[in-house]
């Protein structure tokens, strides 16, 4: 057996095994687990299982599992094509084990600084998982896009943590939930936390890296774009919406994010050709359901949110394993280059339709329910909000039913299918079925949704969904929806134009080319800096000293002077002090001056020795002696390096004169940093020491350490680990350059 | 070209500098200096030969290509410094032996694990100095000025 079909067997059964076990937690009425993790930070390693742990955990366990099946017969296809080898497949089962695990962290974390950590973990395998095509410059890009959205906006997770930790001395979030009264404190934060969510679950103006990752093979699209990555989003806006919604600002943003992305998302669908932008695309439209449901809030935005997730993401991976599996059949990507498949290949037609329906919110699927409960919270909320429901629900039954008629019905196209693995076709089967089922006995999935509802909303949340058969404003509405829907499609020729029209616009000047300018932008600062620093050996230590001496100047600019900078009278004890410094300047002064090598290297160390005669000369003999041993090695490492050098080099460069601008810059450039230098190390003596009591502490038990040298006893006793680790550093180092110079003469 | 007095003097330096490199690493403890410096005290003793012998000179009359070695051997004693304690149950680097108690004498140095350790960090200083010092003056072929 193969490296990548031994890795597919161990993330099926790690999948398997996840869903099990939280099946058995969940039913066992969920768990804790609370370890301290850093106690000086108050931050432990709180888990816990709690409603909305197990709907998101669960749906990534169990969506997990059917897509590594299906990977399992997928990948070998896909990298034979690529004519790369099989066990390339094992980096991608790997990675996406990474994820569930993430995923599983993210969903049942407590703390917000854990919860930050598993968020990135899920930035970190899905920019894996993305670029698993490496050869592929487009999809490296658009790992690359991915990652730098959610990672950077994962930034502003970390503040709003931050914000929240600075203002309540927590990271605890049922704590929080506890203390967290509202106020700018928790607006802001609910804000900076809510940025981070909608860019993982690609909301405008966040949206455009989904359609991007589809550069990522199918499985990972089925797994990370339906019930994972961007799952993850919503999850976080939930796990911290009881903190949101004290703010009524931010749900009404979150509100309007939702809608927009829904019509944004929903548009764009209509006018996609490739199987899988349709659906991302409509995993954008999908989402912006739940963020407006999220920003609804209250009891029906909670449950409706919740439910909504839970029927979305069965339905919508078993439609992106659908298009795999068709391209993989027919070799077509897009929706003009397929049609008519359905008598052909039956079963995945029947799967792929089932879940469209759930999606298009047919009845005696899950997602009728999943849609009543929208409509139900929208009307809640007001006649405008509840217009623009309908019209959502209209355009996703539009371009749901493109997508699977297009494939399904109509002329058969792009010749017979080739024949492929079961593998291919009945995890879509399955998850087509779970919908259908959910339809009939929607119980379970319901009280599923309730307990994370009740999570989400903070307070107890009911969740009842049953088929009515009368005139009662929800089913109007859905009626309203399939009209408007079959209208959109029957004119979807007229709407061909408007629609090219508004994916150029949305091309032309949309947030991805604000990205691209401010990428190319960083792009070109950088290498600017680096072409500055690195012009010259002057440069360069130009680069270090300049910043470090502004730095400097601020501080000392910022901190208060009074009793510094006096001049006081001079001890005749001093007087040797005193020599030595001024033996110390005379050679620093020398160094400007003198031109030869080696009168260079002999001024600088006079510099050093004068300095280690002061540092013996204050009471610090063990500086002294470092400082001793420091100006040797360096006097002799430059008398050593003198010795490899070409005679003729060295001879130029004492004959060449400074010219041009660096002639001042170079002066000026030393002079001011020495002037900063001077200023607060003056600033920093005129004070007095403050008393330090670890200190005291050390000089104290130096006798019970057996020893009467405390810099000694603290180096190989007190902070022994610390010596250890600079040892191992030093062994490192020189294995270092052992090989890379070896490696240059080509001995070993 | 190395003066032949240059020569001389550096060749003689190197037994008192290992000398008081000894020293330094064990009065250490108790006075001025420890197994840091006193590494680099020896290795600079060893620097010296290189710049003003060549490193032919140098590896014929020196173990060089034993330092490698030293430095290994150096760091295995701090990590075994390290963990012997936890083996016997108490916590990283713990002290031995313990406070009040009496340590073994040789002379008038005191035998205890942190002088191990300090030995450890000379080892490991001056075995990791001399290979860095020996594989930058091992110019490759053709390289000569």
Same mark, same amino acid.
Not at chain 1, 46 to 66: I, M, Q, S
Not at chain 1, 396 to 406: E, L, P, S
Not at chain 1, 728 to 741: E, Y
């Given at each position: 057996?193969?490296?990548?079909? %031994?890795?597919?067997?161990?993330?099926?059964?790690? @999948?398997?095994?996840?869903?099990?076990?939280?099946?058995?937690?969940?039913?066992?009425?969920?768990?804790?687990?609370?370890?301290?993790? *850093?106690?000086?930070?108050?931050?432990?390693?709180?888990?816990?299982?709690?409603?909305?742990?197990?709907?998101?955990?669960?749906?990534?366990?169990?969506?997990?599992?059917?897509?590594?099946?299906?990977?399992?017969?997928?990948?070998?296809?896909?990298?034979?094509?690529?004519?790369?080898?099989?066990?390339?497949?094992?980096?991608?089962?790997?990675?996406?084990?990474?994820?569930?695990?993430?995923?599983?962290?993210?969903?049942?974390?407590?703390?917000?600084?854990?919860?930050?950590?598993?968020?990135?973990?899920?930035?970190?395998?899905?920019?894996?998982?993305?670029?698993?095509?490496?050869?592929?410059?487009?999809?490296?890009?658009?790992?690359?896009?991915?990652?730098?959205?959610?990672?950077?906006?994962?930034?502003?997770?970390?503040?709003?943590?931050?914000?929240?930790?600075?203002?309540?001395?927590?990271?605890?979030?049922?704590?929080?939930?506890?203390? *967290? %009264?509202?106020?700018?404190?928790?607006?802001?934060?609910?804000?900076?936390?809510?940025?981070?969510?909608?860019?993982?679950?690609?909301?405008?103006?966040?949206?455009?890296?989904?359609?991007?990752?589809?550069?990522?093979?199918?499985?990972?699209?089925?797994?990370?774009?339906? @019930?994972?990555?961007?799952?993850?989003?919503?999850?976080?806006?939930?796990?911290?919406?009881?903190?949101?919604?004290?703010?009524?600002?931010?749900?009404?943003?979150?509100?309007?994010?939702?809608?927009?992305?829904? #019509?944004?998302?929903?548009?764009?669908?209509?006018?996609?050709?490739?199987?899988?932008?349709?659906?991302?695309?409509?995993?954008?439209?999908?989402?912006?359901?739940?963020?407006?449901?999220?920003?609804?809030?209250?009891?029906?935005?909670?449950?409706?949110?919740?439910?909504?997730?839970?029927?979305?993401?069965?339905?919508?991976?078993?439609?992106?394993?659908?298009?795999?599996?068709?391209?993989?059949?027919?070799?077509?990507?897009?929706?003009?280059?397929?049609?008519?498949?359905?008598?052909?290949? +039956?079963?995945?037609?029947?799967?792929?339709?089932?879940?469209?329906?759930?999606?298009?919110?047919?009845?005696?699927?899950?997602?009728? &329910?999943?849609?009543?409960?929208? &409509?139900?919270?929208?009307?809640?909320?007001?006649?405008?909000?509840?217009?623009?429901?309908?019209?959502?629900?209209?355009?996703?039954?539009?371009?749901?039913?493109?997508?699977?008629?297009?494939?399904?019905?109509?002329? #058969?196209?792009?010749?017979?299918?080739?024949?492929?693995?079961?593998?291919?076709?009945?995890?879509?089967?399955?998850?087509?079925?779970?919908?259908?089922?959910?339809?009939?006995?929607?119980?379970? &999935? =319901?009280?599923?949704?309730?307990?994370?509802?009740?999570?989400?909303?903070?307070?107890?949340?009911?969740?009842?969904?049953?088929?009515?058969?009368?005139?009662?404003?929800?089913?109007?509405?859905?009626?309203?929806?399939?009209?408007?829907?079959?209208?959109?499609?029957?004119?979807?020729?007229?709407? @061909?134009?408007?629609?090219?029209?508004?994916?150029?616009?949305?091309?032309?000047?949309?947030?991805?080319?604000?990205?691209?300018?401010?990428?190319?932008?960083?792009?070109?600062?950088?290498?600017?800096?680096?072409?500055?620093?690195?012009?010259?050996?002057?440069?360069?230590?130009?680069?270090?000293?300049?910043?470090?001496?502004?730095?400097?100047?601020?501080?000392?600019?910022?901190?208060?002077?009074?009793?510094?900078?006096?001049?006081?009278?001079?001890?005749?004890?001093?007087?040797?002090?005193?020599?030595?410094?001024?033996?110390?300047?005379?050679?620093?002064?020398?160094?400007?001056?003198?031109?030869?090598?080696?009168?260079?290297?002999?001024?600088?160390?006079?510099?050093?020795?004068?300095?280690?005669?002061?540092?013996?000369?204050?009471?610090?003999?063990?500086?002294?002696?470092?400082?001793?041993?420091?100006?040797?090695?360096?006097?002799?490492?430059?008398?050593?390096?003198?010795?490899?050098?070409?005679?003729?080099?060295?001879?130029?460069?004492?004959?060449?004169?400074?010219?041009?601008?660096?002639? /001042?810059?170079?002066?000026?450039?030393?002079?001011?940093?020495?002037?900063?230098?001077?200023?607060?190390?003056?600033?920093?003596?005129?004070?007095?020491?403050?008393?330090?009591?670890?200190?005291?502490?050390? &000089?104290?038990?130096?006798?019970?350490?057996?020893?009467?040298?405390?810099?000694?006893?603290?180096?190989?006793?007190?902070?022994?680990?610390?010596?250890? /680790?600079?040892?191992?550093?030093?062994?490192?180092?020189?294995?270092?350059?052992?090989?890379?110079?070896?490696?240059?003469?080509?001995?070993? | 070209?190395?003066?032949?007095?240059?020569?001389?003097?550096?060749?003689?330096?190197?037994?008192?500098?290992?000398?008081?490199?000894?020293?330094?690493?064990?009065?250490?403890?108790?006075?001025?200096?420890?197994?840091?410096?006193?590494?680099?005290?020896? @290795?600079?003793?060893?620097?010296?030969?290189?710049?003003?012998?060549?490193?032919?000179?140098?590896?014929?009359?020196?173990?060089?290509?034993? =330092?490698?070695?030293?430095?290994?051997?150096?760091?295995?004693?701090?990590?075994?410094?390290?963990?012997?304690?936890?083996?016997?149950?108490?916590?990283?680097?713990?002290?031995?032996?313990?406070?009040?108690?009496?340590?073994?004498?040789?002379?008038?140095?005191?035998?205890?694990?942190?002088?191990?350790?300090?030995?450890?960090?000379?080892?490991?200083?001056?075995?990791?100095?001399?290979?860095?010092?020996?594989?930058?003056?091992?110019?490759?072929?053709?390289?000569? +000025?």
């Amino acid at each position: 057996m193969g490296l990548g079909r %031994r890795a597919a067997t161990a993330a099926i059964t790690t @999948a398997a095994g996840t869903l099990l076990a939280l099946a058995w937690g969940w039913s066992a009425g969920g768990g804790a687990v609370d370890v301290a993790w *850093a106690p000086t930070w108050d931050l432990r390693l709180a888990f816990e299982l709690d409603g909305l742990a197990a709907l998101y955990g669960g749906l990534a366990a169990a969506v997990g599992l059917l897509v590594f099946i299906y990977a399992s017969a997928y990948m070998p296809r896909h990298l034979d094509h690529q004519g790369r080898s099989r066990d390339e497949a094992a980096r991608l089962h790997g990675a996406m084990v990474l994820f569930l695990v993430a995923m599983l962290g993210l969903v049942t974390a407590q703390d917000l600084i854990l919860l930050f950590v598993f968020w990135d973990l899920t930035a970190v395998a899905s920019w894996l998982l993305i670029g698993f095509d490496r050869q592929d410059r487009g999809a490296r890009l658009s790992a690359l896009m991915a990652l730098l959205v959610t990672g950077v906006s994962a930034v502003a997770l970390l503040v709003g943590i931050l914000v929240l930790r600075a203002e309540y001395g927590t990271t605890n979030l049922p704590e929080l939930l506890e203390i *967290a %009264r509202p106020g700018a404190a928790v607006t802001v934060a609910g804000a900076l936390i809510a940025v981070a969510a909608l860019a993982k679950s690609a909301q405008v103006p966040f949206h455009f890296w989904l359609p991007r990752a589809m550069a990522a093979p199918t499985p990972v699209s089925a797994y990370l774009h339906s @019930a994972a990555m961007v799952a993850a989003g919503v999850f976080l806006l939930s796990r911290v919406h009881p903190l949101l919604a004290r703010s009524p600002e931010l749900l009404d943003a979150l509100l309007v994010v939702g809608l927009a992305s829904v #019509a944004v998302g929903g548009l764009l669908a209509m006018a996609a050709d490739g199987l899988k932008r349709l659906l991302a695309y409509s995993t954008i439209s999908q989402y912006g359901y739940v963020v407006a449901m999220l920003g609804i809030g209250g009891e029906a935005g909670a449950a409706g949110a919740c439910f909504y997730v839970l029927a979305h993401a069965l339905a919508k991976s078993a439609l992106f394993m659908t298009a795999g599996t068709v391209t993989e059949a027919t070799g077509q990507r897009g929706l003009s280059g397929v049609g008519g498949l359905g008598r052909r290949m +039956p079963l995945l037609a029947a799967g792929s339709a089932a879940a469209a329906a759930a999606i298009a919110a047919f009845p005696a699927t899950l997602g009728f &329910f999943k849609d009543e409960l929208y &409509f139900k919270a929208a009307l809640e909320h007001g006649d405008l909000v509840a217009v623009l429901a309908v019209a959502g629900a209209g355009l996703t039954f539009a371009y749901m039913a493109r997508f699977w008629c297009g494939i399904f019905l109509g002329q #058969a196209r792009g010749g017979e299918p080739a024949a492929v693995e079961r593998r291919l076709v009945w995890p879509v089967c399955v998850l087509g079925g779970l919908g259908v089922i959910g339809g009939v006995i929607v119980s379970p &999935f =319901a009280d599923l949704a309730r307990d994370a509802a009740v999570v989400t909303n903070g307070a107890p949340a009911e969740l009842s969904v049953a088929y009515h058969l009368d005139a009662r404003a929800e089913n109007l509405m859905a009626l309203a929806a399939y009209a408007t829907g079959a209208a959109l499609l029957a004119g979807r020729r007229l709407l @061909a134009a408007p629609l090219a029209f508004v994916e150029r616009i949305s091309d032309r000047v949309g947030p991805e080319r604000a990205y691209g300018v401010a990428l190319r932008g960083l792009n070109r600062a950088s290498d600017r800096l680096h072409q500055l620093e690195v012009r010259d050996l002057r440069a360069r230590v130009a680069a270090v000293i300049v910043p470090g001496a502004l730095l400097v100047a601020l501080a000392v600019a910022l901190t208060p002077t009074a009793g510094a900078y006096v001049v006081g009278a001079v001890p005749a004890a001093d007087t040797p002090l005193v020599v030595a410094l001024a033996v110390c300047a005379l050679a620093a002064a020398a160094v400007t001056t003198v031109r030869g090598h080696l009168a260079l290297v002999l001024a600088l160390s006079g510099v050093g020795f004068a300095l280690a005669t002061t540092y013996s000369l204050v009471g610090a003999p063990d500086v002294a002696l470092v400082a001793v041993l420091i100006e040797t090695i360096f006097a002799l490492l430059f008398v050593g390096v003198f010795a490899l050098l070409p005679r003729d080099a060295l001879r130029a460069s004492v004959a060449r004169r400074t010219t041009g601008s660096k002639r /001042v810059r170079d002066p000026v450039i030393a002079v001011g940093s020495g002037l900063v230098t001077t200023l607060v190390v003056w600033g920093a003596l005129s004070r007095p020491l403050p008393a330090e009591p670890t200190a005291q502490r050390q &000089f104290e038990a130096v006798d019970a350490a057996h020893g009467k040298d405390v810099v000694t006893v603290i180096l190989a006793d007190f902070r022994g680990l610390d010596t250890l /680790v600079e040892i191992t550093v030093v062994a490192v180092a020189m294995l270092a350059v052992t090989a890379l110079l070896r490696a240059r003469t080509g001995r070993w | 070209m190395v003066s032949v007095l240059t020569r001389m003097v550096s060749r003689a330096l190197l037994a008192p500098t290992l000398m008081v490199a000894a020293a330094v690493l064990v009065k250490g403890y108790a006075d001025v200096g420890d197994g840091f410096a006193a590494g680099t005290i020896a @290795a600079l003793g060893v620097l010296l030969q290189y710049v003003a012998l060549g490193r032919e000179h140098v590896v014929a009359a020196l173990p060089i290509a034993r =330092a490698p070695v030293l430095a290994m051997a150096g760091l295995s004693v701090g990590v075994a410094i390290l963990a012997l304690p936890v083996l016997a149950g108490g916590a990283p680097l713990e002290h031995w032996p313990p406070s009040g108690d009496d340590p073994v004498y040789v002379g008038s140095v005191e035998l205890i694990s942190a002088f191990a350790f300090d030995v450890g960090v000379f080892a490991l200083v001056l075995g990791a100095a001399v290979t860095i010092i020996d594989v930058v003056a091992a110019r490759p072929a053709g390289e000569h +000025p």
